[in-house]
Every structure is written in structure tokens, then in C-alpha cells.
């Protein structure tokens, strides 16, 4: 989504620089076209059953954790000095063990979003490339980075773009 941004605002400013007179230009808001699309519902859809998956394995981590402490607080009293080690080790192991799968689960689910997001993205900007050229449109600016524009002199693509991808009114 940013690569878009930027190479749009990379465009308009190379556009800027010279003419722009005879230039047909227009805007879309590529999140409203996304956040539309069923392929970005089921990626969430997608995304959201992952991540349960890893709070669950998180948990029971958690779960194990806890009933370990309580068995040892329990017991602490009566633990030979040995003991007592062993069963420290095996805390602190098991809460090591707990923070490393944090990291590797946030790491694991910025993978799998941006696994299931790039076929999405994708698609929206092969969309909103075909309106462009079918409108023969010069620059097509992402219209949230837009301070100011022109309504008469700047069209807005986001409803052709939705079309293209047969993105209904209701479905928002």
C-alpha cells in the first residue's frame, strides 16, 4: 500500500514539473476499494483464525506456566535446596520459552498478512491500472495524500475501480 503511495506521489511530482494542462488526472481511495474487496473480507476472515491459533498455543503455554508456579509455591516449604533449583529452571525455562513464541508468533502473523494482503493489493492496483487506461487518465493520485483538488478538474475512479472489481453499494 505504501510502494502505491509512494510511486503515485512520485509520479504526480515528475507530472508537476511539466505541464499539466492538457493532463487528465484522477483520484481514488485505494483503502475504500480494499476494504471492500471479498478477497481482503476472507484474508481477514483468514488472518483472524491464525491468530487465534496462536493466542490458543500461547495460552497453553500460559496455562503450564501456572500450574507449575502454584506446585511449586505449594511445595516451596518442604523442597530440598536441589529441588528447589530444579523447579526455579524449569520456571524460568518455561517463561523464556513463553516470550520467545511471542516474538516468533507477532513475526509469523506480519508474515501471513502480508502473505494473504499481496494477492489483494495486487488485484486493486491491476483494477484501478485498467480504469486509467480505459479513461485515458495521465496520473492517478491516492486522494487521502491530497491536500487540495480541483472536483471539476480531478475525477474520482474509486466507484469505476469498485465496478471493475464487482464491488456492489451494499456491500460496504
Known amino acids: 500500500m505504501k510502494k502505491v503511495l509512494k510511486l503515485t506521489l512520485a509520479v504526480a511530482c515528475v507530472m508537476c514539473s511539466t505541464s499539466l494542462f492538457a493532463q487528465k488526472i484522477g483520484r481514488i481511495n485505494t483503502q475504500d476499494v480494499i476494504v471492500n474487496m471479498a478477497e481482503f473480507k476472507d484474508a481477514q476472515t483468514q488472518l483472524e483464525a ?6 490458543a498455543q500461547a495460552e497453553t503455554i500460559q496455562v503450564e506456566f501456572n500450574t507449575k508456579l502454584q506446585e511449586y509455591q505449594k511445595g516451596e516449604t518442604t523442597m530440598t535446596d536441589a529441588v528447589k533449583q530444579l523447579k526455579e529452571k524449569e520456571l524460568t525455562d518455561l517463561q523464556t520459552r513463553y516470550q520467545e513464541f511471542q516474538q516468533v508468533a507477532q513475526q509469523d502473523l506480519a508474515k501471513k498478512e502480508q502473505t494473504l494482503m499481496e494477492p489483494v ?12 487506461k480505459a479513461g485515458a487518465y495521465t496520473v492517478i493520485l491516492e486522494s487521502g495524500s491530497m491536500i487540495y483538488f480541483d472536483e471539476a478538474n480531478v475525477k474520482d475512479i474509486t466507484p469505476d475501480v469498485k465496478t471493475k472489481l464487482g464491488i456492489t453499494a451494499t456491500a460496504q
Open 121 to 132: 493489493q495486487k488485484k486493486a492496483v491491476d483494477a484501478i491500472n485498467e480504469v486509467a
Open 50 to 55: 491464525f491468530a487465534k491459533d496462536l493466542q
